[in-house]
């Protein structure tokens, strides 16, 4: 079973670079999310997805855009990259009232 | 807004040995879930265990068990008999029961645990 996968799992960007993480869930799962994690702070939600087409900001968003095309991808944009945005990234899914979130492995993003 | 708490520093324990990771939070909700995910070296987040706010039953998976205080937003973690593999973070985390928003979860900043042979 796959699960959550993200792709990349790492990547190093210079200031300025654009970029685009996919996430891919293959449990069927209505929700999608995007965290980031970063030392000393736990993760923070970015961006979140109810379902396919719909997209909502999370706690973090700035700096970031998404897009739930097809329901089993959550695609995390970064047009300009930041050093501020050197983190670990999670994709989490979980279907309606469930209650439990299925993470990916995540993405060690670093801006240069 | 939700707000988790989880202060204590790392520890490090012996196998065997039974060991308590504290969490607190605030909230004005009543209908709510609390969760503890474990982030072991592989960086893979993991759910350990999930209490339910309106049961006052204290949640227990095997070695692991809750000690829910709703009147206190206390929300504690112990780990028995305790394991090579229980080396990891740990992270407290909350959500309100609402569904129909998305299920978005409220994580606390987290607390290392090594456990050595």
């Known amino acids: 079973n796959a699960g959550v996968t993200q792709t990349p799992k790492f990547r190093v960007l210079k200031t300025g670079q654009s970029m685009t993480l996919l996430c891919a869930q293959d449990?069927?799962?209505?929700?999608m999310y995007w965290y980031r994690q970063d030392p000393g702070m736990g993760l923070r939600l970015i961006h979140y997805?109810?379902?396919?087409?719909?997209?909502a900001k999370g706690e973090v968003p700035d700096g970031y855009n998404v897009s739930r095309l097809k329901k089993q991808n959550f695609l995390l944009g970064l047009e300009s990259a930041a050093p501020s945005q050197t983190s670990v990234y999670f994709c989490?899914?979980?279907?309606?009232?469930?209650?439990?979130?299925?993470f990916g492995q995540g993405t060690r993003l670093t801006v240069v | 807004a939700q707000t988790v708490t989880q202060s204590q520093p790392e520890m490090s324990v012996q196998e065997a040995e039974t060991v308590t990771r504290s969490c607190t939070y605030d909230?004005?909700?009543?209908?709510?879930?609390l969760f503890w995910y474990k982030q072991p070296p592989s960086r893979q987040m993991i759910l350990v265990i999930r209490q339910e706010a309106y049961k006052q039953q204290n949640a227990t998976e095997n070695r692991f068990s809750v000690n829910f205080q709703k009147a206190a937003k206390s929300f504690s973690l112990k780990i028995s008999d305790s394991q090579l593999g229980d080396t990891a973070m740990y992270f407290c985390?909350?959500?309100?029961?609402?569904?129909?928003?998305?299920?978005?979860?409220?994580f606390g900043t987290g607390t290392r645990l090594a456990v050595r042979p």
């Open positions: 985390a909350f959500m309100i029961a609402v569904g129909s928003s998305g299920d978005k979860l409220t």
């Open positions: 989490a899914s979980s279907p309606p009232w469930n209650t439990e979130a299925f």
């Open positions: 909230t004005s909700e009543n209908n709510y879930y």
């Open positions: 449990m069927n799962h209505e929700y």
């Open positions: 997805s109810v379902g396919e087409g719909t997209t």
